[in-house]
Nanobody, 126 residues
Framework: QVQLVESGGGLVQPGGSLRLSCAVPGFSPVDYATAWFRQAPGKEREGVSCIHSSDGSTYYSDSVKGRFTISRDNAKNMVYLQMDSLKPDDTGVYYC???????????????????WGQGTQVDVSS
């Protein structure tokens, strides 16, 4: 079974930055979406951002818009999440996922996703 691999989590102070990486097996030439989700203790998994492999179109949740930037390097089969101006509410386990559906459906219906990473912990605290 295909599995994604995340890296880049850690402890950072409020206002700081982190960059998460996700190694994604190449599904080209088929277009696919790679999404980032996060889950804080006691909360449901939340879709954060998503990007398409074909045209690079992106999606952001309102909670991270303007602070997070998703990008991809198709040649390296990597997707990145640059997180700036981090807040304590950004704390959680961050997961990447790959799916063949459009980003809006991937983000709103994560229960249909079959390809996930193991998660990487992000802690924003002073």
């Amino acid at each position: 079974q295909v599995q994604l691999v995340e890296s880049g989590g850690g402890l950072v102070q409020p206002g700081g930055s982190l960059r998460l990486s996700c190694a994604v097996p190449g599904f080209s030439p088929v277009d696919y979406a790679t999404a980032w989700f996060r889950q804080a203790p006691g909360k449901e998994r939340e879709g954060v951002s998503c990007i398409h492999s074909s045209d690079g179109s992106t999606y952001y949740s309102d909670s991270v818009k303007g602070r997070f930037t998703i990008s991809r390097d198709n040649a390296k089969n990597m997707v990145y999440l640059q997180m700036d101006s981090l807040k304590p509410d950004d704390t959680g386990v961050y997961y990447c996922a790959a799916d063949f559906r459009p980003c809006p459906k991937v983000i709103t219906m994560p229960h249909m996703i079959q390809t996930w990473g193991q998660g990487t912990q992000v802690d924003v605290s002073s």
